[in-house]
């Protein structure tokens, strides 16, 4: 008996971000596949597919973001379900991964959170994880299979090319994203400054600027992270950045999650404008005129189409995907 194989791929979305989902199925020419997901009384998530999925490559679109822990379970019921009801290959499709910061133990007795939303993944039967500018490649080894480890670079930089051609200078705000500084500095073709933060041990998401490397007098200071959270990083650095004669402040971020003081701290400092994508909700929810969210359906959809055909995903990015520089070379110069 010989059967002739045909491949069949089909999107879902839970409930984080739909609206990004559905331009991902638009970029495909592909309509959202029909998933019910809905609470119990009791706050118990319910998820039910209704329609056939046999045989398919299924795509799961789910952002880990407010409640966090509510959208990660979700997205595990959704792939069991899937696995269950005998779907060939399952991809968790995760524009901005939870738990990504706690990747490695700084003190005593802490977890590794990120590795074990990875394990999660893995025990509830994903086969393939795609994602979005992870706050650290090392992330990716903690997947048993494959990691399609994507970056919303080329969108960005094109973005800020466009509207601030001249006079630019690319800031990273810690020592830990001088090397990502330094992708964005090699795309605009300018120059780079690095500023130095210490965080306290003992209270999340506190920090101040405790120095500069660079110069950015007179010059358009563009401030680059992975995300934004509760903007305390950012504002510091915008104040260090102004005290040192930055003609202007513009800041970018593939993540913008925007938590507690966020809004109330970017409006009130001396930002101009503040870049990020879809990856969240919270960018496309901001009522603040400084705010530009773009899309990464594009890069998103050409992933996904690569993934199903079994093409390469590293000719998409041009190799721009894989790790950043390693800070200890920004300064240097580049080879």
């Keep these: 008996m010989q059967i002739a194989v045909k491949k069949r791929a089909m999107i879902f979305s839970g409930t984080s971000n739909p609206e990004l989902a559905e331009e991902i199925s638009v970029e495909l020419g592909m309509r959202l596949g029909e998933v019910e997901i809905s609470r119990f009384a009791s706050g118990e998530v319910y998820v039910r597919f209704h329609e056939s999925v046999r045989g398919t490559d299924a795509f799961i679109v789910q952002s880990h973001c407010h409640p966090v822990n509510e959208m990660i379970m979700e997205q595990l019921l959704m ?33 590794i959170s990120a590795r074990v939303v990875m394990d999660l993944l893995a025990a509830a039967g994903a086969d393939r994880v795609l994602t979005v500018d992870l706050h650290s490649g090392q992330t990716q080894g903690f997947f048993d299979g494959p990691v399609d480890h994507l970056t919303a670079l080329p969108i960005l930089s094109k973005y800020v090319q466009t509207c601030y051609p001249d006079n630019l200078v690319v800031v990273a705000p810690d020592a830990g994203r001088a090397g990502h500084a330094a992708k964005f500095a090699r795309h605009l073709h300018a120059e780079i400054a690095v500023m130095n933060k210490s965080r306290r041990a003992d209270v999340r998401n506190v920090s101040k600027s405790a120095g500069l490397i660079g110069d950015v007098d007179g010059k358009v200071c563009l401030v680059v992270d992975d995300m934004i959270d509760t903007a305390g990083t950012l504002c510091s650095a915008v104040m260090e950045l102004v005290d040192q004669g930055a003609r202007r402040v513009i800041a970018v971020a593939t993540h913008g999650i925007f938590s507690g003081p966020a809004m109330d701290r970017m409006e009130d400092s001396a930002l101009s404008e503040v870049i990020v ?14 705010i530009t969210v773009l899309s990464i359906a594009p890069i998103l959809a050409s992933t996904i189409k690569a993934v199903f055909e079994d093409e390469s995903v590293s000719e998409i990015f041009q190799g721009e995907h894989l790790e950043a520089i390693p800070p200890e070379r920004v300064l240097g110069g580049f080879d």
């Design 277 to 290: 994508t879809n990856s969240l909700p919270g960018g496309r929810e901001a009522k603040s005129e400084k």
């Design 79 to 111: 792939i069991d379900a899937l696995k269950r009801a005998s779907a060939k290959r399952i991809n968790a499709v995760i524009p901005f991964f939870g738990y990504s910061r706690q990747d490695r133990k700084s003190l005593a007795r802490e977890p």
